[in-house]
């Protein structure tokens, strides 16, 4: 076992192949190929679809020619309409592609992981990521998860990586990833502070981090955003770095009905369904209705500033457990007995690396960051399972280490001893 472990080139041909074609079982399982997004998803994946379409056919971002959009996050759809431009709407095609991503994402959970923990600790967070639940059905549905997972599973490893070697190489392509990432999904936003101080941390140890990687790492993903935001605001007049959908998010995850609805608690509604929607529609334009919204969403916060401790705990426990929001009882029965032994595995490598001195590195600090950031994103909207699953690198480096603990000591890997300049 330990031999297969030390050949890098075997395992990560090894995982990506299995990983493939585990998700491409799932595809074929689950969906009928030539069909396209449904609701079974909501209006994520319908909605992702039509603007890939729209930009394929050269009619601008919009789900109707004419009618430019900001609602959603760019990354995803575009790089659908690269796929549509080619091929057409084709969604077998399109389902290959994601088949193609999950398995992508499974080998830079190896990698990254690598840089964290070893090899041999890596290669086990790879094996545990072909398997997991939540990749394995990402990709039989239209979700940004099925790119997000690469853009940070890339961006991790190359910032690992970077910061081994002092490769500013590693480091701009990381920074670029990011970039993509945080338009795919706007709260990597949040992540770019968190890699820059550690570059930071390494420049003042007399690290091999120079000056100009920081200030690089630190400009680049904001440059990527540019193109984007110059757009938004040549069609709306108005600066609009992100989405047009933060108000409607926030309020759907801060009211009564996730407050008070057992079956909502902590999750979200649409804001159709809410109080003053008449305020809402009334608005002229998608700027000014996502600016309602997250004003009716921060009125209700401030009205009911006592029950918000509740609330809060309702969005965490919604984080952390298995996605059971659905009222497709075999999808429910999937996700808890899918997911509650990767999700146990998790919760005791993140207890055991917050306790072991041997993971208090600057690396673990960045994977540390990105589940804190995760999880201001649940309290701030909600507490989506779908927050926490687009962490897969992370998630399965915490199950690996997990599952170090509780092997019996004769099947242990070896662990890394900490290098004395990566110790906080």
Not at 169 to 178: E, K, M, T
Not at 193 to 201: C, E, N
Not at 238 to 259: A, P
């Amino acid at each position: 076992m330990k031999a297969l472990f030390a050949n890098r080139s075997r395992l990560i041909v090894i995982i990506f192949v299995v990983a493939f074609f585990i998700r491409l079982f799932a595809v074929f399982a689950l969906r009928d190929l030539h069909a396209g997004p449904t609701k079974a998803f909501g209006a994520d994946g319908i909605e992702f679809d039509q603007l890939a379409n729209q930009v394929s056919l050269g009619n601008g971002y919009g789900l109707q020619p004419g009618h430019p959009t900001a609602f959603r996050a760019p990354g995803f759809p575009l790089f659908l309409a690269a796929i549509y431009f080619v091929a057409g709407q084709h969604y077998p095609m399109a389902y290959l592609f994601f088949c193609i991503l999950g398995a992508t994402a499974c080998v830079l959970t190896f990698l990254a992981v690598s840089e964290l923990a070893g090899q041999e600790v890596g290669a086990l967070a790879g094996i545990l990521a072909t398997v997991y639940i939540g990749s394995v059905y990402d990709v039989s549905v239209f979700a940004s998860e099925n790119l997000f997972v690469v853009c940070l599973g890339l961006s991790m490893w190359l910032f690992l990586r970077g910061l081994r070697i002092g490769s500013s190489v590693s480091l701009v392509a990381s920074a670029l990833s990011l970039g993509w990432g945080i338009l795919t999904r706007p709260f990597a936003l949040l992540l770019v502070p968190l890699f820059v101080s550690v570059l930071l941390w390494e420049r003042l140890k007399g690290a091999r981090i120079r000056t100009v990687q920081v200030v690089l790492f630190a400009v680049i993903p904001m440059a990527v955003q540019a193109p984007w935001v110059g757009r938004n605001y040549n069609v709306f007049h108005h600066l609009v770095l992100g989405t047009t959908n933060g108000g409607s998010t926030f309020y759907g995850g801060n009211n009564d009905r996730v407050l008070h609805d057992p079956s909502y608690y902590g999750s979200w509604i649409s804001t159709t369904e809410l109080p003053y929607r008449n305020l809402i529609d009334a608005t002229p334009n998608e700027v000014a209705h996502d600016k309602e919204e997250w004003h009716l969403g921060i009125q209700w916060v401030e009205g009911h500033e006592r029950s918000m401790p509740l609330l809060l705990l309702y969005k965490l426990i919604r984080l952390l457990l298995p996605d059971i929001d659905s009222r497709n009882q075999r999808y429910v029965m999937l996700q808890v007995a899918g997911a509650t032994p990767f999700l146990i595995l998790t919760f005791i490598g993140l207890f055991r690396c917050l306790r072991n001195r041997r993971y208090w590195t600057d690396g673990w600090f960045i994977a540390h960051g990105i589940i804190a950031a995760t999880v201001v994103t649940g309290l701030i909207f909600w507490g989506s399972p779908r927050f926490r699953d687009a962490n897969l690198p992370v998630l399965m480096a915490y199950a690996a280490v997990g599952m170090q603990a509780i092997l019996p000591r004769k099947m242990q890997l070896p662990e890394p001893s900490p290098k004395p300049e990566q110790l906080g």
